[in-house]
């Protein structure tokens, strides 16, 4: 499953990425690495909404069989939102942004076409399940979770927004809670999940042959083999971003279980 948006609504207050052109890299790396291009699918723009998002992720669940091997690629903007459960460490979740978001609380929107990291976290969790200890799920974002980018101040921004465009907001989402919720402990992760930046940094696209990419993205296209371990894989991907010139710090980051780091990512 790959989803890929540029474009967001006028009225989302979300700028344009280049979330549509990481479509293409993705699905030609995938058919390199063995899957069958009529098992992909692919999200982009409109029709990347937070319930066709959801809705695609619930199908994938239904389809895959023990053994079988997953892969998701998300590219879209990246915010924190207020954490109301208290699971994450300073205070804020992180969250996907899909076509229909908006990146504040304009015209009363309080959230809830965010895709944030815990209800991602049990889809996630529902096909981890269904492909069993044996298969392989790999999960890889390429937006901006944006906690670094408010070390820069607005005329900073400004000036610099036509030389590098990021894929997240500098302001946080102040989710105003509808109800009680239980506190409860950090979510676990079974699988391996791919995120271009650390959540205190920006995400920034890399511009290759006059086409804008996301930098996770094209890293990926460039060295994703069937049989590389997850460490190999890290050790290739941070190579590629040392190639990439950069206005600001980024690392890749990865998160996966340690028994996992040996094993192959996709075979």
Known sequence: MVVGISIYPAESGWSEISGENDIGLVVSMLTRCGFAESNITSLRNAEATKAAIVGSLERLQRKVRRGDVA????????????????????????????YDAKIDDREGYNGERHIV???????????????????????????CYSGGVSRHNEAEMAAEA??????GARKKFDLQP????????PLKIEWCCISACQSYQVNQEYRAD????????????????????????????????????RR????????????????????
Request: hydrophobic share 40%.
């Open 248 to 267: 600001y710090p980024q690392q890749a980051m990865f998160d996966v279980e340690p028994s996992l780091t040996k094993q192959s990512v996709i075979r």
């Open 117 to 143: 990291d815990d209800e991602l976290n049990a889809l996630l969790a529902a096909i981890k399940h269904r492909i069993g200890d044996k298969g392989r799920l790999v999960v890889v974002v390429d937006a």
């Open 71 to 98: 892969y998701i690629h998300l590219s879209c903007h990246g915010q924190l939102i207020t954490d109301i459960d208290g699971d994450e460490d300073d205070g804020w979740d992180e969250a996907l942004i899909p």
């Open 162 to 167: 036509a030389e590098i465009v990021v894929r």
């Open 178 to 185: 509808t109800s009680e919720v239980a506190q409860r402990e």
């Open 210 to 245: 006059g086409v804008s990419y996301g930098r996770l993205s094209y890293a990926l296209s460039r060295v994703l083999e069937p049989t590389l371990s997850v460490e190999r894989l890290q050790q290739l991907v941070a190579e590629q971003y040392e190639a990439m010139p």
